[in-house]
């Protein structure tokens, strides 16, 4: 079997000396699957996906990006950065550049690439999103659904080997939810390596390749959708799915 | 529940490494400074030798030479440098807690009364916060000085009014006579204080248990009196007071508040109180509407729904930004030097006049100033940790 | 049922409208109101005319000293006497046109350095260039000007120049203070709090005493510095130390997310602030450097007390002087707070007007 692109091996994380949020996380992605996390908040699944490209820093065990171990190397950290991409929840556009400044701050700044190219990349992604004719918008002009589609566009122009999603639909108001989720169905179709933290199970169903629990800190169980959502094994995840199932 | 790791991971001690590479620019920034500072001083001790200037504190022991014009306790010429500056630490305090009382009342005011119903005080209100901002506290320390001394009468034609009299000598006033009924009243005060909080606490868990609320308030603030008179009653009940009286060239007898300290006090009090208006005008509209309207919508009168819910969420926003302007106002109070008034900087002024030990009196003054800055801030951090709203 | 129609909006009752009922609910709501009202009338129509008599009607404009005592009146003579000395304090009467030719050079800089047509990448070159050939006029000494030392430079000119100066050179000292205070590395953390905490917790007046007295001990031997420039140090360390506060407060109001998503795109720290951080926090503080600006204009006074007489110094000179004209001091007092009044005021709400502009583009 070919060497995962993602390889946590027992990495454990606390915050403050007290607060063991990671408890040995054992977890291999491989090239061009899709991941789709779920659990409880609280559980630790944010905290997880952001030790990947270094937004938190574990404490014990050893985390593997591309081959390259994260630690405290500055070098390893800018290179792993420039091959993942990722979507927050809240956005985080930046609210005094345009959509297009947005995209191309990157390239053109630490790809150094000259601003023609930046652009005409810009707006490729922009139409992959189907956005392009906001691109000389300003973010707070734009509606929720609009601006994560274009913080999509913005991880996209980095071309990266793996997309992370923190939560990306939870902040949006119900009917802009789907325009988001079309449009990761639709990366998903292309190849991409993908993890998802997000409580849409409708989309875990429709795309995932694997679905992981989470619950206080430890991957509880991991499966195909099909299997994790109608033959759950195990209390906990019975129960999680029980509520948020539900209604 | 595991702890984590006491030893973090092996780093490589290379440049790219985020730790090595912080603990260079540390220790860089620490050595440039550390180099700057030791330039500094040996510039310093070269020029002092080469001016004959001495360094040192021990001036503080020597002879004063200058008598001071007021103070809260008797100097004379005589006395040391010390003490001169203890008179000084004193006349600033007195100015700056009697300002720091005042302008608090006259700031709550009038940022109380930019909400009035009334356009005319609304108006009178927001024309006194602009007047009073936008002219330099020493111009008006200047004014108020000007007008004390200029336009009151001569000490001989003194204002009178009741057992007042005011001049150019300053405000003349009764002030009882200290006698041994005066110390027993303080201990009956004393006294009074723990028993009100007694009964505040019985009177409390009454209500808690019963609904009824009973003698919360008025019954304390009576205790609290009846004590201090009783002990008034106890020590002799001592009535002598001394009454200022016209005298030939001057008033006689009676304390007396001197030009300078109404000046400086006045200026001061009406120049931050402008500011305090804002701080409490903007703590009062922090509040959102909706929490006077939910009150109201459960019942609560107009008081209570002030006490119970607009008043502790003001207060909130309120308390840091009006501690900043207790401490503009002791920080003002350094333009005493301007009109003569003897506080701190002044006598450190004199003292740098007369001996020359300029940076041994700087630093005093900024220690002076500093532990009080230092004091109000660790006070004031207790109390926000204290009263944050608690979020997840 | 009956069925629907629309109905077309009508006016208001009048005594619920117009400036009627303008006065009805602001004035006489209720009794408390009305009383409120009466009493602040009755007051005003005691005192008004009695100030509008003594500042207008009896008030002298023209004649000496002689005819003001005469009179009952204010003595706005006073200003038109004094009023270069005033203004110019101890600057050579025959140059006072170059005082003034710098001083209207250097505002004319900052009210366009304050509209958008200016923001350009040449801005501090021309700001070099305008404060190169305000020293040069103002010291003379070159191409045949005379030759005017600095402690003679005095009143409103040395108000403007001091606290536009200060405020100039305190920003990007600022900046780093503010970046320091936020930075992870505790070691400059520390060294930045120390500095800001030690310069707010002491009055004004002990920094320019600092550096009116302790700056020339600190220089190498046969260094002398300016009393100008000692007291331009002093105030642009004092002011720093303020700014940069207000600089930390917007930097702190950047959601964390905004630098974790410019991390994620492989941005470094500094491209981080400076492209994404200080544009977005310098532009929500404008309101609170315009408030710094106003403080340092109005402490620009005290640098009377270390001998650099700037505008209440020179007036204070100027009426202290003067036998003649003493005893109308008060005019002279009301002159100049009418000065910085205006000054201090149009500044504010220039301010508010920039807050309010800032709050505008934030809408969609």
């Known amino acids: 079997m070919p060497s995962p692109i993602i390889a946590f091996e027992k990495v454990n994380k606390w915050y403050g000396n007290s607060f063991h949020v990671l408890r040995d996380i054992d977890l291999s992605i491989q090239t061009g699957e899709r991941i789709v996390i779920c659990g409880p908040s609280g559980s630790g699944k944010s905290t997880l996906i952001r030790c990947i490209n270094r937004l938190e820093e574990h404490q014990q065990g050893v985390l593997r990006v591309d081959g390259a171990e994260i630690g405290d190397d500055i070098k390893v950290i800018d290179d792993v950065r420039k091959k993942v991409g990722m979507v927050f929840q809240q956005f985080n556009l930046f609210p005094h550049l345009t959509v297009l400044e947005n995209l191309t701050l990157s390239p053109m700044w630490v790809g150094k690439l000259p601003k023609k190219e930046a652009d005409a990349r810009a707006m490729e992604q922009l139409q992959r999103v189907r956005i392009a004719e906001q691109a000389h918008k300003y973010p707070l002009q734009l509606s929720g659904g609009q601006q994560q589609r274009v913080a999509i566009a913005r991880a996209l122009c980095l071309t990266p080997k793996i997309m992370l999603f923190d939560e990306p639909t939870s902040a949006l108001d119900p009917e802009m939810i789907k325009e988001v989720l079309d449009v990761m169905i639709e990366l998903a179709g292309q190849g991409i390596t993908m993890v998802c933290v997000t409580h849409e199970m409708g989309f875990a169903k429709a795309v995932a390749d694997r679905v992981i629990f989470m619950d206080e800190g430890q991957i509880v169980e991991q499966n195909t959708p099909d299997a994790f959502f109608n033959n759950p094994q195990n209390e906990r995840s019975r129960d999680f799915l029980s509520k948020i199932l539900g209604h | 529940m595991s702890k984590p790791p006491s030893h973090p991971p092996s780093k490589r001690w290379s440049w790219r490494s985020q730790a090595f590479r912080s603990l260079v ?35 503080l022991l020597g002879t004063a030479g200058f008598d001071i014009g007021e103070s809260l306790f008797t100097f004379d010429s005589g006395e040391s440098y010390l003490q001169a500056y203890l008179v000084g630490v004193t006349n600033t305090l007195r100015v ?9 009342i006259l700031g709550t005011l009038i940022g109380v009364g930019r909400f009035s119903r009334n356009a005319l005080v609304r108006g009178l209100c927001r024309m006194y916060v602009e007047a009073f901002r936008n002219i330099p506290i020493l111009l008006q320390l200047l004014m108020w000085y000007l007008i004390f001394t200029e336009f009151l009468p001569a000490m001989a034609e003194a204002w ?12 003349n006033f009764p002030i009882p006579v200290w006698a041994n009924g005066h110390v027993w009243a303080a201990w009956g005060l004393l006294l009074g204080v723990g028993a009100a909080v007694a009964w505040r606490k019985h009177a409390w868990s009454k209500f808690i248990a019963t609904g009824v609320p009973h003698g919360m308030f008025w019954m304390p603030l009576g205790i609290f009196l009846a004590c201090g008179i009783a002990g008034w009653l106890l020590g002799g009940a001592p009535t002598e007071t001394n009454f200022p009286i016209r005298g030939e060239f001057s008033v006689e007898n009676g304390g007396s508040l001197t030009p300078e300290f109404l000046a400086l006090l006045i200026g001061l009090t009406m120049y931050t109180a402008a500011f305090v208006a804002e701080v409490v005008r903007s703590g009062i509209q922090a509040v959102p509407q909706g929490q006077a309207e939910a009150a109201s919508a459960l019942g609560l009168s107009q008081s209570h729904s002030m006490r119970l819910v607009q008043l502790p969420q003001a207060l909130r926003v309120i308390i840091p930004p009006i501690t900043n302007q207790y401490l503009n106002l002791t920080k003002n109070s350094s333009l005493a030097v301007a009109i003569g008034y003897p506080d701190v900087v002044s006598i450190a002024n004199t003292a740098i006049n007369q001996t020359g030990r300029a940076v041994e009196c700087i630093a005093l003054i900024m220690l002076v100033y500093l532990s009080t800055s230092l004091a109000t801030s660790v006070l004031m951090n207790w109390y926000n940790a204290r009263s944050e709203i608690k979020e997840r | 049922m009956s069925t629907y129609a629309p109905i077309a909006p009508r006016p208001a009752p009048a005594a619920a409208s117009g400036w009627i009922g303008w006065c009805q609910s602001n004035l006489f709501h209720d009794w408390k109101t009305s009383l409120g009202t009466v009493l602040i009338g009755l007051v005003f129509l005691a005192l008004a005319p009695k100030f509008f008599n003594w500042a207008i009607v009896d008030a002298v404009l023209n004649g000496g000293h002689e005819a003001c005592q005469a009179a009952h009146g204010a003595c706005w003579a006073v200003v038109k006497e004094k009023f270069r000395f005033m203004i110019f304090g101890r600057y050579p009467q025959e140059e006072h046109w170059r005082a003034l030719v710098c001083t209207s050079m250097l505002l004319s800089l900052i009210l366009a350095s304050c509209t958008r047509a200016f923001w350009k990448p040449w801005l501090p070159a021309l700001w070099v260039l305008v404060l190169v050939m305000y020293f040069a006029l103002m010291r003379g000494g070159v191409a045949g000007l005379r030759y005017v030392e600095t402690d003679l430079w005095s009143g409103l000119p040395l108000t403007i120049l001091l606290a536009s100066l200060s405020m100039v050179m305190a920003f990007p000292i ?8 936020r930075s992870g590395m505790p070691a400059i953390r520390s060294l930045c709090t120390v500095y800001v905490e030690l310069i707010r917790g002491v009055p004004l007046i002990s920094v320019l005493f600092m550096a009116s007295f302790m700056f020339p001990l600190l220089m190498p031997e046969g260094f002398n510095i300016d009393v100008l420039v000692r007291v331009l140090a002093g105030i642009t360390l004092f002011t720093a130390a303020y700014m940069a506060e207000v600089i930390r407060g917007g930097l702190q109001a950047i959601p964390k997310g905004q630098i974790e998503a410019a991390a994620t795109l492989g941005l470094s720290y500094w491209q981080t602030q400076r492209k994404i951080v200080l544009p977005q926090a310098l532009a929500m503080v404008v309101p609170g450097l315009m408030n710094n600006f106003i403080s340092t204009f109005k402490d620009t006074s005290l640098v009377a007390i270390v001998s650099l007489y700037e505008l209440t110094g020179a007036m204070g000179m100027a009426m202290n002087s ?17 000065i910085y009044f205006v000054f201090c005021y149009s500044m504010s709400r220039y301010s508010q007007w920039i807050e309010s ?5 934030r809408q969609r």
Request: aromatic fraction near 12%; glycine fraction near 10%; proline fraction near 1%.
């Open chain 2, 25 to 59: 620019y540390q220790v860089l920034a620490v050595a440039v400074i550390a180099l700057l500072v030791l330039f500094l001083a040996h510039n310093t001790a070269t020029n002092m030798r080469q001016r004959g200037i001495q360094s040192g504190f021990d001036f």
């Open chain 2, 96 to 104: 700056a807690v009697l300002g720091i009382v005042l302008t608090t």
């Open chain 2, 160 to 171: 009178e009014v009741g057992p007042f009299f005011l001049s150019k000598g300053g405000l």
């Open chain 3, 174 to 181: 600022a900046m780093l203070v503010a970046l320091g205070r």
């Open chain 3, 322 to 338: 003067d036998a003649n004209w003493r005893a109308f001091r008060v005019e002279g007092y009301l002159f100049i707070a009418f």
């Open chain 3, 357 to 361: 502009q800032v709050n505008k583009s």
